[in-house]
């Protein structure tokens, strides 16, 4: 089958594997500051998960192809009021992260001066080859921790798209209580504010 639908445990209490005994944690205002004071800057490669300074895995050819793919099968499918944004920070209650992919609140305007905040963001998405483990482990109780509601995994190496919903919200185990497997020949539903607006087609965001 093309699709499939995978009923999820809460996880397991596992830590931010970045963030180890004795790395300091710190808030999205003091990560603010120190970017703000040129500690930290664009060339450092660096987001701030869960209050660890993470870097940002490398990308490769199928990777940033996949990027194109979604740019350009995603924004044609937005109503009016959305915008897509592609690896920008979002900023969340403990973290900021640079999801490859986005979908907020706005245009290509509204984000001036302000990164989307979590009442902006409908869906995220993340491109995963190397970086599987970590995006399911880590960035996914991280976004379910900030109730986003809807996330993506385009998983590259079993070449499907694992879409995430039911978000736990905060508390000592985030989670997502469902996964759908969408597979190459179907459709995958695009839902904001809870109407699905669009389906898209699995083979469009594969490499």
């Avoid at 996880?11 to 970045?18: E, F, I, K, Y």
């Avoid at 192809?65 to 920070?89: D, E, H, I, K, N």
């Avoid at 590259?156 to 905060?170: F, K, N, T, V, W």
């Avoid at 985030?174 to 083979?203: C, K, N």
Wanted: glycine fraction near 6%; charged fraction near 20%; hydrophobic fraction near 35%.
């Amino acid at each position: 089958m093309s699709v499939r639908s995978i009923p999820l445990p809460e996880q397991s209490d596992v830590p931010l594997r970045a963030g180890q005994a004795g790395f300091r944690r710190f808030t999205v205002d003091e990560y603010h500051v120190m970017i703000r004071h040129g500690i930290l800057s664009e060339d450092d490669n660096i987001e701030l998960l869960d209050g660890y300074l993470v870097h940002k895995m490398s990308r490769n050819p199928p990777h940033d192809a996949a990027l194109q793919l979604f740019q350009s099968a995603v924004p044609p499918c937005l109503p009016t009021g959305w915008c897509l944004r592609m690896q920008s920070a979002i900023t969340l209650p403990t973290s900021e992260p640079e999801p490859d992919g986005a979908v907020v609140r706005g245009n290509t305007r509204t984000y001036v001066s302000t990164h989307p905040l979590l009442r902006d963001v409908g869906m995220v998405a993340e491109i995963a080859e190397s970086s599987l483990d970590s995006d399911r482990i880590d960035k996914g109780p991280i976004y379910a921790a900030a109730s986003i509601p809807h996330y993506w995994i385009i998983n590259l190496i079993d070449r499907q798209i694992e879409a995430y919903s039911g978000p736990s919200g905060p508390g000592p185990n985030p989670h997502y209580s469902q996964r759908t497997d969408y597979r190459s020949g179907s459709h995958i539903p695009l839902v904001l504010d809870g109407i699905e607006v669009a389906q898209i087609a699995v083979d469009d965001l594969l490499p």
